[in-house]
């Protein structure tokens, strides 16, 4: 899953990028507002964590733009503001939750994996092809009556291999997407991620799920 942080301090938003990160979520991070929703609006986002008092165009305004053109993705402010009518006006433009700073990095993760869970409880719920079943709101993998463990990591994989089924992703398309890395800068990453993912998910099932193209990269498909 794909969050964006848009939050004017460097030093917060790297640490925000950096522990959620480490719990499977790809991150992009915006310093401004104008860049923030630029990016909100362009890219495919699960949730947006958002600062209030930022440079060029402030939270307030990135929040009512992004509901005025549509744009549902769940929103979590995160944010210095802290008085009633800071957090009623959020509310009101639309965010999804608020949460002030300070803040426990626990409760933040807890706060977004809850408002993940609702919303692909809306708009995913399960995902069953062949006898693999994904449970994207509670990160449940099952192949048949087999529970199958997996890291936050593998996970992200898996979905995002499912979500596009049928379609051949290139080594660098992965990289790209789970990792928010070039490529270039390892390229054993993919091939040691899908070897461990296969170990778990296919290897001791008769259908194979995940398959190597030769000279292009990987596509989950039953065959």
């Given at each position: 899953m794909r969050i964006l942080i848009i939050e004017d301090s460097i030093r917060t938003a790297d640490y925000l990028k950096k522990g959620l990160?480490?719990?499977?979520?790809?991150v992009d991070a915006m310093h401004r507002g104008d860049d923030g929703l630029h990016c909100a609006l362009t890219i495919n986002y699960d949730l947006i964590v958002l600062d209030v008092?930022?440079?060029?165009?402030?939270?307030?305004?990135?929040?009512?733009?992004?509901?005025?053109?549509?744009?549902?993705?769940?929103?979590?402010?995160?944010?210095?503001?802290?008085?009633?009518?800071?957090?009623?006006?959020?509310?009101?433009?639309?965010?999804?939750?608020?949460?002030?700073?300070?803040?426990?990095?626990?409760?933040?993760?807890a706060r977004i994996y809850a408002l993940l869970k609702r919303g692909q409880v809306r708009?995913?719920?399960?995902?069953?092809?062949?006898?693999?079943e994904i449970d994207s709101?509670?990160?449940?993998?099952?192949?048949?009556?087999?529970?199958?463990?997996?890291?936050?990591?593998?996970?992200v994989?898996?979905?995002?291999?499912?979500?596009?089924?049928?379609?051949v992703l290139s080594r660098s398309t992965i990289a790209?997407?789970?990792?928010?890395?070039?490529?270039?800068?390892?390229?054993?990453?993919?091939?040691?991620?899908?070897?461990r993912l296969r170990a778990k998910v296919d290897d001791l099932f008769e259908i194979k799920l995940i398959h190597t193209v030769r000279g292009a990269g990987y596509v989950f498909e039953k065959r």
């Open positions: 990160t480490e719990n499977g979520f790809v008092m930022l440079p060029e165009l402030d939270g307030w305004s990135v929040l009512s733009e992004l509901r005025k053109k549509g744009q549902q993705t769940p929103v979590l402010f995160l944010t210095a503001c802290d008085k009633v009518q800071d957090r009623v006006r959020g509310l009101t433009l639309g965010a999804d939750d608020y949460l002030i700073k300070p803040f426990a990095f626990s409760e933040l993760l708009q995913i719920g399960k995902i069953k092809i062949a006898d693999l709101a509670s990160h449940k993998v099952m192949r048949g009556e087999t529970l199958i463990e997996l890291t936050p990591k593998e996970f994989l898996l979905n995002y291999l499912v979500q596009n089924q049928g379609q790209e997407h789970v990792w928010d890395i070039n490529f270039e800068s390892d390229r054993n990453i993919v091939d040691v991620a899908i070897l």
